[in-house]
């Protein structure tokens, strides 16, 4: 297999804690805590979990818009995670993102065609004529008109904004980007076009998404890898096709049963999996898998052991003390006994001396 247009290793970012009037360091904040992925050129890997989980400062991390506290980043192979700001200057114009919030993110005191012009002048050398027809190709090729680069951000719908951000992402024909939860912000009506729009500007330049949100419908329809995120950490990843028809991992399965299903006999007829408890905090983590706290399978390992990511079929992995036979078997709770056979489809563990 050809070597990965992007790479990530054991990335860690961590906030430190202050506290005193000295401002003593007094612990940290494991937003990314070991992180791991690559995506090969033209593919798109979809980044999914809850609100807080660590996905967008894994986004900004990747793309060194925030520093990471250890591990590695190779963009095209070239090592990034410890570059300096001049060392990264030169490899800026092949990796871009498009944000969230489309209104945050545009200057409001800028016409449309200052904001997408804005990396031209920054990176590239062209003279005036040629940037303003740069623009002009640029609003072409994400669906606005060309007589809309006189007007400013306030003149423009949810998904107009969002289209300028990703022309502007587009200015310097960059390789990589990153998609910070692109649609997040926009009508429903609208979402579906923006997605459109992005494969299609992928299917003709070729570009390679890290796409980033907690809508799993749409990212089933936009990403065929898909990595599951919890507190920090990659719980699961696997190919689309198999994470939604059958997932691994109980926190998975908890978020696939809350998404929205159209048919309704189809919504009556499915389990829904509550979740008990709140999200620990990233700054104390509970010892062992950090889903052990919630986790309606849980076992007594996963309040010791850590579980390590690891393949369990071509293609998956996943970070669970269910799927890996070389974690000691040990008395589950009786309360995950059932909860082993309803999340998994099959039978809890057995324990030393009881009948098969």
């Known amino acids: 297999m050809a070597e990965p247009l992007v790479e990530v290793r054991d990335l860690r970012v961590h906030f430190p804690l202050r506290r005193g009037f000295l401002g003593r360091r007094a612990g940290a904040v494991k937003a990314v805590d070991g992180v791991g992925f690559a995506i090969q050129a033209g593919e798109t890997l979809g980044l999914v979990g809850e609100s807080g989980c660590g996905k967008s400062t894994t986004g900004r991390a990747v793309l060194r818009l925030l520093d990471p506290t250890s591990g590695s980043i190779r963009i095209e192979g070239t090592e990034i995670a410890r570059a300096s700001q001049g060392r990264l200057r030169p490899?800026?114009?092949?990796?871009?993102?498009?944000?969230?919030?489309?209104?945050?993110?545009?200057?409001?005191?800028?016409?449309?065609?200052?904001?997408?012009?804005?990396?031209?002048?920054?990176?590239?050398?062209?003279?005036?004529?040629?940037?303003?027809?740069?623009?002009?190709?640029?609003m072409d090729a994400v669906g606005l008109s060309r007589r809309f680069a006189s007007r400013y951000p306030h003149a423009f719908s949810g998904g107009q904004r969002q289209r300028i951000g990703i022309a502007r992402a587009l200015a310097l024909n960059p390789r990589?980007?990153?998609?910070?939860?692109?649609?997040?912000?926009?009508?429903?009506?609208?979402?579906?076009?923006?997605?459109?729009?992005?494969?299609?500007?992928?299917?003709?330049?070729?570009?390679?998404?890290?796409?980033?949100?907690?809508?799993?419908?749409?990212?089933?329809?936009?990403?065929?890898?898909?990595?599951?995120?919890?507190?920090?950490?990659?719980v699961e990843e696997s190919g689309r096709d198999d994470l939604f028809a059958d997932p691994l991992h109980p926190y998975?399965?908890?978020?696939?049963?809350?998404?929205?299903?159209?048919?309704?006999?189809?919504?009556?007829?499915?389990?829904?999996?509550?979740?008990?408890?709140?999200?620990?905090?990233?700054?104390?983590?509970?010892?062992?898998?950090?889903?052990?706290?919630?986790?309606?399978?849980?076992?007594p390992p996963c309040r010791e052991l850590d579980p390590a990511l690891r393949e369990v079929a071509p293609g998956r992995r996943v970070a669970c003390h269910l799927h890996d036979p070389s974690v000691p078997t040990r008395e589950p709770t009786r309360a995950s006994e059932a909860s082993i056979e309803r999340i998994t489809g099959a039978p809890s563990p057995a324990t030393p001396g009881s009948p098969p």
Not at 97 to 116: G, N, Y
Not at 187 to 215: K, M, P
């Open 176 to 234: 990589f980007l990153v998609c910070d939860e692109p649609i997040a912000a926009l009508d429903v009506s609208i979402q579906a076009q923006v997605v459109n729009l992005l494969e299609d500007l992928q299917e003709r330049l070729g570009l390679t998404y890290l796409f980033i949100s907690h809508d799993l419908s749409m990212v089933r329809h936009i990403a065929p890898r898909v990595a599951v995120m919890y507190l920090g950490r990659i």
């Open 252 to 299: 998975t399965r908890a978020l696939l049963s809350a998404v929205n299903e159209p048919d309704p006999l189809a919504a009556r007829a499915r389990r829904r999996i509550v979740l008990r408890g709140d999200v620990p905090s990233p700054a104390d983590p509970p010892r062992g898998c950090n889903f052990s706290t919630r986790c309606p399978a849980v076992m």
């Open 91 to 138: 490899l800026r114009p092949r990796m871009q993102m498009v944000f969230q919030d489309p209104q945050a993110s545009l200057d409001p005191r800028m016409t449309v065609e200052s904001i997408i012009r804005e990396p031209l002048d920054e990176h590239a050398r062209l003279g005036r004529a040629e940037k303003r027809e740069r623009v002009h190709e640029l």
